[in-house]
């Protein structure tokens, strides 16, 4: 399909039968998850299970690049009606932790597939050691609810009561899971319909060349956006809070390499396989969708009329090294893999910032906690499992505007729920929703603000999960001048002697009378706040965005009973210095970093990497123990010395202990 113009007809057919999956499944949901947050997706694919059209405004959108080809390939035999699904995150790497359902359709004309329809669903609860089934101090993945390899959920069009029963038997509400795989069924018949339309106006031939067609102009448009960034070599690093109850840092390293219109990421120096939830199973495909997401959201900034499907992927080497927390092997926990993959969007987004300053925003939030409760509903007499609602940060500073407030960047898609449908579901009583002052990082363009929330509880034994809790210690960085932003907190009863911060902790037990408070983290500033108009600073104390205080520290303007004393606010930014350096990170982390230099963390990698898989992590704890008096890469090398010579079983390579010594 080599004209233009048909070609464009065609994207938006495509485009136009996505919309409506995600409608069909939007309207017939049950769970407030799927149905208010929209954590789901849909999607078409050609014969090879490569995605060629995705929604654009209903759903997430981590997956215009996802292949389901791997998957597909498991199930041996497809006919008329059939749906295959898997939630299984080492089956074929599709599915990336236990509550993602993903399912497909095979779409026929004159008895060949041609395409395939195909989404996931973020069910509630899939079993597992605590409600909603995932938590950061899980260890392997079947703490993490009950697994399905790819097989048929639905044969020519009759659902597989077995798996159906089996389902029903190992998950906490399986009605919720069931309604939403049935939506998500419908949602799958509405795309085969579409395509059979398409197939019927631009025939059989002519709309399978031109789905190729839309892959190869993606990757086009792709290559032209790589072809005007300068090349060269990026490096960055950015830290989750802690990698496992263990509560040390976890690193990922990017080194992005530019070569006129293709690139290759290599994560090489990224932490090791951890024992928690964080990993990100992508199975060390150089093209897996998750560790692409942030090059997505890079690409549709630099250019907005790029069409969203996996053609775009083609540019794109990923290096992530097997039994590394961004490819561990089985049985590792990876219910958690979302806080990392906020963390490494952060890192694509820094190394990105270096290549392309004056095109790219500071950093978002990187905390899109999913609160969960478990509670007994008085009012029915029973046990209610709900999402009660994303508490997501603030976008960086843009080029050109303020970062969004509440909701922005990476993490917009999340949907938040009406706290009325909230309360009506769940037996908790919101005492307070909406943005935390003082939160967004300085700059001349300010970073979005954080979102706070609190709700109390009523019956005993309430238990919270928390997910993606982090950015409580590292904080959403600030560029070419402009401030990192503020940390996200968690507490119960905040402002009274039974206080409690939680910090990172994702789960918790309330009891009646209990207030759950959660703030995220801010986006960072972009550009030096002394610069910031005066005007703006005042508007921003007026709605309460930004204290008084505040105005004069970061900014340098005083404003005394609400008006700006212009002459003191002229005399005190002249006493202040910008930022300099590309860069803010704040206290937190220089103060880490001035002990865990650069090099002293690269050393530890190097080391790990030498190391079986199953050593890597227990021998980072030991020597993480053992850094306490020691700063760089001299004190790591006399750890881990002292660690070899503390485990004489350790089997470490020759020459590494004699060269620490």
């Not at 085969?192 to 086009?220: P, Y």
């Not at 263990?246 to 390499?257: Q, S, V, Y």
Request: glycine share 10%; net charge negative; hydrophobic share 40%.
């Amino acid at each position: 399909m080599s004209d233009k113009m048909t070609l464009q007809v065609l994207a938006n057919h495509a485009r136009a039968a996505a919309e409506n999956m995600a409608h069909t499944l939007h309207r017939t949901a049950h769970s407030a998850f799927v149905k208010e947050t929209q954590d789901f997706t849909v999607l078409l694919m050609d014969k090879a299970g490569e995605t060629f059209a995705v929604p654009m405004d209903l759903g997430a959108t981590w997956y215009p690049g996802l292949c389901h080809g791997p998957a597909i390939e498991m199930i041996d035999d497809y006919r008329p009606g059939d749906v295959g699904f898997t939630n299984d995150p080492y089956s074929g790497h599709v599915a990336t932790h236990t509550p993602d359902t993903h399912l497909w359709k095979p779409i026929f004309a004159e008895d060949e597939i041609v395409a395939w329809a195909g989404g996931h669903i973020h069910n509630t609860d899939m079993g597992g050691a605590v409600p909603a089934s995932l938590s950061r101090s899980l260890t392997e993945v079947h703490q993490e609810g009950i697994r399905f390899p790819p097989m048929k959920l639905v044969n020519e069009g009759v659902f597989d009561q077995q798996i159906l029963r089996i389902m029903q038997t190992n998950v906490r509400k399986p009605a919720l899971n069931i309604g939403d795989m049935k939506a998500l069924v419908g949602a799958l018949s509405t795309g085969d319909r579409k395509v059979q339309a398409m197939i019927q106006r631009f025939g059989k031939a002519g709309f399978m060349n031109g789905v190729q067609a839309l892959k190869d102009r993606s990757e086009a448009q792709a290559r032209d956006i790589l072809t005007s960034i300068p090349d060269g070599e990026y490096v960055f690093a950015d830290y989750a809070d802690e990698d496992s109850d263990e509560a040390n840092p976890c690193r990922l390293k990017l080194t992005l390499r530019i070569t006129g219109d293709s690139a290759v990421l290599d994560f090489t120096g990224s932490d090791p396989q951890l024992a928690s939830s964080l990993n990100v199973p992508s199975g060390g495909n150089p093209r897996h969708t998750i560790l692409l997401v942030g090059v997505y959201y890079v690409l549709y900034t630099l250019n907005p009329q790029l069409l969203l499907n996996s053609g775009m992927t083609r540019p794109f080497t990923c290096l992530a090294p097997q039994g590394t927390v961004l490819n561990p092997v089985e049985p590792a926990a990876v219910g958690m893999r979302s806080l990392t993959c906020a963390r490494l969007r952060s890192v694509i987004f820094g190394a990105f910032s270096q290549a392309v300053p004056e095109r790219m925003p500071a950093a978002p939030a990187g905390n899109n906690c999913i609160v969960n409760v478990m509670t007994r509903d008085e009012r029915s007499q029973k046990t209610v499992i709900a999402a009660v609602n994303p508490v997501v940060g603030g976008g960086g500073g843009m080029p050109h505007r303020d970062g969004t407030n509440g909701s922005g960047a990476d993490a917009a898609y999340l949907k938040n729920t009406p706290i009325e449908i909230t309360e009506t579901e769940v037996p908790v009583e919101f005492v307070k929703y909406g943005l935390a002052r003082d939160s967004g990082g300085a700059g001349y363009w300010r970073g979005g603000l954080a979102t706070e929330m609190a709700f109390r509880v009523f019956a005993p034994d309430t238990r919270i999960t928390a997910r993606n809790r982090d950015r409580s210690f590292f904080r959403p960085w600030g560029v070419l001048g402009g401030h990192a932003a503020g940390l996200s907190d968690m507490m119960i009863n905040p402002d009274t002697p039974q206080a409690r911060p939680l910090g990172n902790v994702d789960t918790a037990i309330l009891e009646p009378g209990d207030v759950l408070e959660i703030r995220s983290a801010g986006g960072g500033g972009r550009g030096d706040p002394l610069q910031r108009p005066v005007e703006r600073v005042a508007l921003d104390v007026l709605r309460g965005y930004v204290s008084s205080e505040a105005a004069r520290t970061a900014y340098g303007v005083v404003i005394t009973d609400g008006t700006v004393d212009e002459a003191a606010t002229a005399a005190l930014r002249k006493t202040m210095s910008p930022h300099k350096g590309h860069f803010h990170f704040g206290p937190e982390r220089e103060g880490y970093e001035a002990q865990w230099t650069p090099e002293a963390y690269d050393l530890l990698t190097r080391i790990l990497a030498d190391l079986p898989i199953h050593w890597r992590f227990f021998t980072k704890t030991e020597i993480f123990r053992r850094m306490t008096d020691r700063a760089g890469a001299d004190g790591v090398a006399a750890a881990f010395a002292e660690t070899c010579e503390r485990f004489p079983a350790l089997p470490a390579p020759a020459g590494w202990a004699e060269a620490a010594e």
